[in-house]
């Protein structure tokens, strides 16, 4: 590790804040101020090549109780699913909701592209 990287996770429990990319976003976000113990809108991204794959996506995330909004992402030339929900966030939900939501849309030709939420 080096000197920037160790000042940079100084003080960082990696039980809470694993080293991935997950991780690396919630400790910044705990750095900066965040309350991560707060529930809050939560949402994730999913990129499809066809709108015909977004559509097919879209019921099996809402079955899950996700909102979810379809539209055409004009800059990346795909359809987007933002999926929506409140959730505390911890990197197992996280990395859980990731995964599962991974899994649902990879047969439609979906893939994740990363998630957000408003700091609390």
Known sequence: ???GQWWRNRGRSFSSFPDDENGDVLWQM????????KKRRMNFAFVFQTERGARAFQ?????LGFDVEVSFFASKRCWDAECSMDLTP???KVSSVESE?????????GRPDGWG????
């Open 1 to 3: 590790m080096s000197i």
């Open 30 to 37: 705990h750095r900066s101020g965040d309350d991560l113990s």
């Open 59 to 63: 019921p099996k995330a809402e079955a």
């Open 90 to 92: 911890t990197h197992k």
């Open 101 to 109: 939501l991974s899994t649902l849309a990879a047969p439609d030709g």
């Open 117 to 120: 939420c408003v700091s609390q």
